[in-house]
């Protein structure tokens, strides 16, 4: 959970100010759209190798290395940004996955790894729970990490570097924060007597294909919000760090409320219901929130969006979690994952080329629809499936 806390401190200014200032130094929306769909791919391939390496090998040892290359990594951005080649594959292992305001923190490539570690270690009934509390710890770092994202547009000449100064350091502190991440990882206890898969191609195949599509679905309207929406606030009302830190901050620390939610609903309700519901609550916020006309009032849309569709963040998790064996579960959120980060990676380009034609809509309308379509296989799917108490 201190991880979790860390990480998403980091990527909750990341997540605002990379996108903004690769913008302010004259990219375009295609090329910034360019720069996170390597980033979705690298994320995709480290996503694979975690799966597979962590139940073999330990999920404490995954984690630490993954935090050892986004350490690296956020240091280099700082060295990079006047090469276009360069700064591609520094970022791509520098901002990861989630991060953004209400998602529950950041997750990484190596999530995988965590939602078993985590697994492993709490009875079956406090599954839903357990995840709840992480997406809470997760949700906190974020909205700190949503203030300092503010500092670019308070300090505007910090150490006497002109208005790149801020920027500068948000990712030098960023490289820190994931030094720190590894010290506080090193103490975790990983159970030695754990199953171990062995055979590379025993797998729970009929569950990992029906999260695949599902997943694969919903990978194609992330793609068109995540880093790119950012890209959207700042074109469409011309939003700078200070408005969108602001408004992540608050859509962060109230996101706490459904985190606090979720195991009781799912208790109540089951947790496919409470997932769909929410995700069809979710999409129709969305659709609102495209058609404001002024910042404020998307903001409102947005925050609603994300405190609803937040109750089903860590109920999915826990959810594959619970279906998924002891011995397969990294590899079975890897690969169940992959599709949903292959897909992903065609709305950042996508999505930035439409905002930059003026089909400012567009993008916000896509995420939508393939949201929607997502809620619908997962009912169909898991219907029949339903956890009404995580065991």
């Known amino acids: 959970m201190a991880g979790r806390f860390l990480r998403s401190m980091a990527q909750g200014f ?6 903004i200032y690769l913008s302010r130094i004259g990219f375009s929306g295609i090329q910034i759209g360019f720069i996170f769909t390597v980033t979705i791919v690298v994320s ?10 962590a139940d073999r090998y330990g999920r404490k040892l995954v984690i630490i290395v993954m935090t050892a290359i986004s350490a690296v990594s956020a240091f280099g951005f700082i060295f990079t940004t006047n090469y276009y080649a360069l700064m591609v594959l520094i970022a791509a292992g520098t901002i990861g996955r989630g991060g953004g305001a209400g998602s529950g923190g950041a997750f990484g490539p190596f999530y995988p790894a965590e939602q078993a570690l985590i697994t492993d270690s709490v009875k079956p009934a406090f599954r839903n729970h357990a995840f709840s509390y992480l997406s809470i710890f997760g949700t906190v770092g974020s909205a700190v990490g949503s203030i300092l994202a503010l500092i670019p547009s308070h300090d ?4 006497g570097m002109g208005w790149r100064g801020g920027y500068l350091f948000l990712m030098a502190l ?3 924060i994931y030094f ?17 898969r062995q055979k590379a191609f025993q797998l729970s195949w009929k569950l990992l294909g029906k999260l695949s599509i599902t997943n694969a679905v919903n990978g194609l309207g992330i793609g068109f919000l995540g880093p790119i929406l950012v890209y959207w606030f700042f074109v469409k009302y011309g939003a700078g760090t200070d408005a969108i830190g602001i408004l992540y901050t608050i859509v962060n620390l109230m996101a706490i409320i459904p985190f606090l939610m979720a195991a009781p609903l799912a208790k109540i309700f089951g947790s496919i ?18 058609f404001m006309p002024t910042f404020f009032l998307a903001g409102v ?10 109750v089903g963040n860590p109920l999915r998790q826990s959810f594959v979690m619970g279906q998924a064996k002891s011995e397969e579960r990294s590899t079975v959120a890897s690969l169940s994952n992959l599709p949903q980060q292959i897909t992903s990676s065609i709305g950042p380009v996508a999505g930035g080329y439409l905002i930059d034609v003026s089909l400012i809509e567009m993008p916000i309308l896509f995420a939508a629809g393939f949201q929607f379509v997502n809620a619908i296989l997962y009912w169909y799917f898991f219907k029949n499936s ?3 108490n995580g065991e």
Do not use: Q, W, Y
């Open 180 to 196: 720190v991440m590894i010290f506080v990882t090193l103490p975790i206890k990983e159970k030695k007597d754990r199953p171990k």
């Open 301 to 310: 849309f947005f925050t609603i969006r994300m405190l609803v569709i937040a």
């Open 156 to 159: 505007p000449d910090l150490f």
């Open 386 to 388: 339903d956890e009404h």
């Open 44 to 53: 995709l391939i480290f996503a694979i190798l975690v799966g597979f390496f």
């Open 14 to 19: 990341l997540i605002v100010i990379v996108t």
């Open 174 to 176: 960023a490289s820190l």
């Open 273 to 290: 219901k409470t997932i769909v519901a929410t995700r069809i609550f979710g999409v129709a916020s969305l659709i609102l929130m495209a």
